[in-house]
C-alpha cells in the first residue's frame, strides 16, 4: 500500500504563502491509477477538498481556492506539492495528502496530516 | 451544485445497529465512500465503490447506495466504533465531503 508524507511550515503569518509537499512511497506518482489529492480540515470541522492532480501533470482544483492554489508533481523525487497564497486565519487546518483511485474515486491512503496555523 | 448532506450525530446503544445516511443528487448513479475518523487521527477508509470493504475492516460494516442515498451500516456497534463518518463521492472532476456525523455509542 502506498504511503504519504506531508511536510511543510507549522505556522505562518497572514498573506504568506503555504507550500506543503508530500512524499510518496511504496509506489510511483507517475501511475495511471491515483490522483494525487490535498484536504484540509479546519479544527473542530469537517474535511475539505483542496484539489487534485494527475500524473499527467492535469490539475482539479475546488472552485473557492483556485484563485490561490497551485498543485504540482515532481516525478524524479516522487512527490506533489501544493502552494496556497494569501493566507489568512481561515487557512488554518490540518493539511492532508491522499491517493484517489482513478476509477472508483475513493481515498486509499491518507497521510498523517500536518497542521498549519496562520 | 452538488452536494452531500449526513446528520450531524447518530447515538447507538453497544450491540445495536448503527446507520449513518449521506444524501444528495442522483448519488446512486455515482460510487461513494465511507471514511472514519477517530479524533487526532487521519481519516480510514471503511467503505468503497457503495458496499466493498478494505481489506481489515470488520465485516459489521456494511453500505448500500440508491437514488439519492447512501447508507452506512454497522451491524453489532462496538464502543470502539465511535468516531466521525464521512461520505464522498466525485462529480464532474470534483471531490464532495458530507459534513459528517459524529457516531456515539451510549
Known amino acids: 500500500q502506498v504511503q504519504l508524507q506531508e511536510s511543510g511550515p507549522g505556522l505562518m503569518k497572514p498573506s504568506q504563502t503555504l507550500s506543503l509537499t508530500c512524499t510518496v512511497s511504496g509506489g510511483s506518482i507517475s501511475s495511471a491509477d491515483y490522483y494525487w489529492t490535498w484536504i484540509r480540515q479546519p479544527p473542530g470541522k469537517g474535511l475539505e477538498w483542496i484539489g487534485n492532480?494527475?500524473?499527467?501533470?492535469?490539475?482539479y482544483y475546488n472552485p473557492s481556492l483556485k484563485s490561490r492554489l497551485t498543485i504540482s508533481v515532481d516525478t524524479s523525487k516522487n512527490q506533489f506539492s501544493l502552494n496556497l497564497t494569501s493566507m489568512t486565519a481561515a487557512d488554518t487546518a490540518v493539511y492532508y495528502c491522499a491517493n484517489m483511485y482513478s476509477s472508483s474515486y475513493y481515498f486509499d491512503s491518507w497521510g498523517q496530516g500536518t497542521l498549519v496555523t496562520v | 451544485s452538488f452536494e452531500l448532506t449526513q446528520p450531524p450525530s447518530v447515538s447507538v446503544s453497544p450491540g445495536q445497529t448503527a446507520s449513518i445516511t449521506c444524501s444528495g443528487d442522483k448519488l446512486g448513479k455515482k460510487y461513494a465512500s465511507w471514511y472514519q475518523q477517530k479524533p487526532g487521527q487521519s481519516p480510514v477508509l471503511v467503505l468503497y465503490?457503495?458496499?466493498e470493504r478494505p481489506s481489515g475492516i470488520p465485516e459489521r460494516f456494511s453500505g448500500s447506495n440508491s437514488g439519492e442515498t447512501a447508507t452506512l451500516t454497522i451491524s453489532g456497534t462496538q464502543a470502539v466504533d465511535e468516531a466521525d463518518y464521512y461520505c464522498?463521492?466525485?462529480?464532474?472532476?470534483?471531490?464532495?465531503f458530507g459534513g459528517g456525523t459524529k457516531l456515539t455509542v451510549l
Open positions: 465503490r457503495d458496499y
Open positions: 492532480i494527475y500524473y499527467s501533470g492535469s490539475t
Open positions: 464522498q463521492a466525485w462529480d464532474r472532476f470534483t471531490v464532495f
